[in-house]
């Protein structure tokens, strides 16, 4: 099998293709409804909290190269982001991971360079600690890559994976157990998204990853509460649990999956959802972002008894939905493939209402993690964004 020789080929691109989308069906949930409920968390508005240096240069649409594709939030003042930006010694791309321990007030831009290994785009990141944290991409060749640090980010140290699939998801239990998800091609097709993988495993702090489970998509991403209970999401609709630690996986139905068979044509499963956001705050209460490959329209499923039942709790027209992130069971903010608002939920997703995010360039947003609704960030194109209440 050939994968795409550009790192980055395989996520930046398919980010990109997406920032020009607009969200048109939910351009009514402004900030304009009041609720008794909103005592929770007080509106707010997205600010750019951090760019590039050299993105200064750059504006409009051009402000997509600089892409932030994943972020860890470890506490209120210790913030990873990871992702590919120009390469200023050439055409190629360079991985990055940008980091703050003040709480976004300084940052430090680091661009991986390791001896003989020449990393152009990270896909995910996860820390379990200040010090210590792992990212995944692939490197100049195509290949899958993880890399890690024990001084917090400060230095790094490379591993390349043997199976023929490039990463996308990882996520560490402890010091020792982790989990990667990986994509790729379609069957019979030598580039893109969505064909078999394998979800790798390491029980000593990655430096050796073994294949434990087949499955016949590709994973975007990967929880896990502790050592034996995970999901994994990933194309055509699927998520997947584990109680074992991975070494088995059980399919969960999400309506949204393609099934065997023949297609219903008028059905979800036509629509080829990809679900890229996936988060659980405790063993009941889940909730899952999912974007269609074959029409502009997203979803927002949640569960409240670990994923045996999952239901549609949003319907977007018009935009994909990216990530979810949630400080409790009824609060939360949703990224749509419509970089201009971020969306939030007082009421466990029933309702939505929008917060701007002020930016020069609507550029799709990636991913959003944080601690409460004071400390929350979301990354893309362009910048770091930070939650502001108003």
Not at 232 to 257: F, V
Not at 312 to 326: E, L, M, N
Request: charged share 20%.
């Amino acid at each position: 099998m050939k994968l795409n020789k550009r790192a980055a080929g395989l996520l930046f691109i398919l980010f990109i293709a997406a920032a020009g989308m607009c969200c048109n069906g939910s351009e009514g949930n402004k900030n304009n409804r009041q609720s008794k409920d909103q005592t929770s968390s007080k509106p707010g508005h997205w600010i750019a909290q951090y760019r590039s240096p050299a993105s200064l240069n750059y504006s409009g649409v051009n402000l997509a190269v600089f892409y932030y594709s994943a972020i860890s939030v470890v506490s209120p003042d210790v913030v990873f982001v990871c992702g590919d930006t120009p390469n200023p010694k050439g055409d190629e791309r360079q991985a990055v991971v940008v980091r703050t321990t003040d709480g976004g007030q300084n940052w430090i831009d680091t661009p991986i360079q390791l001896p003989g290994i020449a990393v152009q785009a990270l896909n995910a990141i996860h820390f379990i600690s200040p010090d210590l944290g792992w990212a995944v991409g692939a490197d100049s060749g195509g290949d899958g890559v993880v890399i890690k640090t024990t001084d917090g980010g400060s230095t790094w140290a490379a591993t390349r994976i043997s199976q023929k699939e490039v990463p996308t998801a990882v996520f560490f239990a402890d010091t020792d157990n982790g989990w990667i998800g990986g994509a790729t091609p379609p069957p019979g097709e030598e580039e893109g998204l969505g064909g078999p993988s394998a979800i790798l495993a390491t029980t000593d702090g990655g430096h050796t990853w073994h294949a434990q489970y087949n499955v016949p998509v590709s994973i975007y991403r990967v929880f896990f509460l502790d050592r034996t209970n995970g999901w994994a999401s990933g194309s055509k609709g699927i998520i997947y649990n584990t109680s074992d630690g991975g070494r088995t996986w059980d399919t969960q139905r999400t309506e949204l999956e393609t099934g065997d068979g023949p297609i219903d044509l008028n059905g979800e499963g036509a629509k080829q959802f990809a679900i890229r956001g996936l988060q659980f705050i405790d063993k009941d209460h889940g909730f899952a972002a999912a974007t269609a490959t074959e029409e502009q329209t997203g979803r927002v499923i949640i569960t409240s008894n670990g994923g045996a039942a999952w239901r549609r709790q949003w319907i977007v027209k018009g935009a994909g939905v990216r990530d979810v992130f949630f400080i409790n069971a009824d609060e939360g903010w949703a990224l749509t493939d419509s970089g201009q608002y971020i969306y939030y939920t007082l009421d466990g997703g029933k309702s939505w209402l929008s917060e701007p995010r002020v930016f020069e360039q609507d550029v799709a947003p990636s991913r959003i993690a944080g601690t409460d609704a004071s400390h929350l960030w979301l990354v893309g194109g362009g910048a770091i964004f930070h939650r502001v209440t108003d």
